[in-house]
């Protein structure tokens, strides 16, 4: 390629207008074929051979913003974004600067609460003559529906929703486009149902999906398709259809593996992780969480840190280790704990380890700001689970007040990372805990028929030992031991120690490198020393070893 394009510097003016042109469209195919680093080269030479100004050389930014996005180089490919939308906005080409402003929204979680991109579809909106509103307030709604919960923002463990902001943008976006089914349409159905997670939403959430699914396969949108499949996932887990899990989870990976983007492909590997957690095949889950954490920590991805702390907690959580669950008890003032998830999680482990005081305090505090916009029902069935635990009456009325209207649904995350099982489940021990042994009887058959359908064997065990000690109390508590001292501390260096402070607060390398002064590559260097001499297997499990070593605590 290098040679090719220094013999073409030297043609002339004729042949080296033919060479640009026929790179321009041979990198427009290899960016919809999904070979994005290709793609980048092509569109480079035809950048650099052409001369091509204004709203040409802008589409050609737009290709190569693909490409770079399909790298995995999201910062890379804002800031060529950026350049598309000035030179669209002078030649007074709207729909192209739509189009840039859109393909900034993107990906949506790392957008999201993000100014500069609701800045950019302002700007969209105010020049477009109403034929692509529809997809403008679509984007905006995803950018609008959740902010950071932290004011560094680098954080990415935690957010605060903004239904009430959101929502009707989607709800516009989707009456403007009904009836289209070109990509503002696709756009409108993701934002929707994105904006719209409530357990109260739940039929027409897995109806868009659905829609959005097959609309995505239409237009063959592999990047829109994997967003829609995830969605659907979740949706068809939470209503107990397995098999309609699997196959939009089949989409899902094929889909991702056909766009070889790494975002996708980290996405597909949390959720393949997920699905693996369900079968209780603790093997395959470790190797799908190693393939996302290696993806996001090689591309700084948005998402990743939050994914593997959670898929920890979860597996720390199935395992029933005490000494595990010590190190997750992570002190107060942890920006991860601005979660409620996070807090729900810290409940129950405090309740099994035998901490009454805290499994109290972060409930209470974890009912009190639980989002029914986000994961509602695994939050509720987490604290159910540490009310059931504890035994405390007062908790157990409470939860199963709030969570009898969702009998017949299977408690998930959002993003459909964690299963906590039937919600019939997790009512039938709480029944069990405070003496209501009929009740609970009942509520466990009609749990034990979920679990069989939807082929949870993790809730299985739980419906097994329900059924054994059903009436005889609060549910038993693992042993509690002493935290041991990880002798691979003493091998740290002083900036492999701030390293691991920092990764314990939930930052990216990108963010540690800049607090610490260090490139990212050199914080990933230090990340990778650090898990050898720790002998951990990633981010969270370092993350906890600091924790347990005192080294998040201020002074």
Known sequence: MAAMLDAARHATPERRAELASLAASSGRFAVNAGNHDVARHLLQAALELSEHRGVERARLLLNLARATAGSGDLVGARTLLDEVVTLAETAGDVDLLVDAAIRSTFPADWRAGD?????????AERLDDGVRRGAILACRALVEMRIPASSDPDQQVAWVTRASVAQPLADEALAITDGRTDIDRLLALISWRATHRAPRWLARRR?????????????????????????????CLETGDRSGYGRALATLR??????????????????????ALLDDDMEAAEQHRTDADRIGDAHDLPGWVAAELLFAAEMTLGSGDAGEMRRYLVPDNSPILDSPIARSSVAFMSALLGDDDRTLRYAETALR????????LLCLVLLARAAATLGSDRLITELTTRLEPWR??????????????PVDLVLAEMESAAGRTD?????LAQAVSIIETV????????ADELKRGLGN??????PVTSAATHTGLAELTDRERDVLRLIATGMTNAAIGSALAYSPSTIRADTVSIYRKLEVRGRAEAAAVAVAAGLTQPG
């Open 115 to 123: 100014r500069h991109s609701a800045a950019l579809l302002d700007l």
């Open 207 to 235: 109806a868009t999906s659905a829609a959005a699914v097959d609309l995505a396969q239409r237009l063959l949108d592999h990047e829109r398709l994997v967003d829609a499949c995830s969605l659907l996932a979740v949706d």
């Open 254 to 275: 094929w889909a991702a593996a056909t766009e070889a983007n790494p975002r996708l492909l980290w996405l597909a590997a949390t959720l393949s992780a997920g699905e």
């Open 369 to 376: 700001d639980v989002d029914e916009e986000s994961s509602l």
């Open 408 to 421: 017949g649904h299977v408690a998930i995350d959002a993003s459909g990372w964690w299963c906590a099982g």
């Open 439 to 443: 009740r609970a009887a009942e509520s």
């Open 455 to 462: 082929g949870d064997r993790r809730a299985a065990r739980r």
């Open 473 to 478: 109390g609060p549910l038993p508590r693992p």
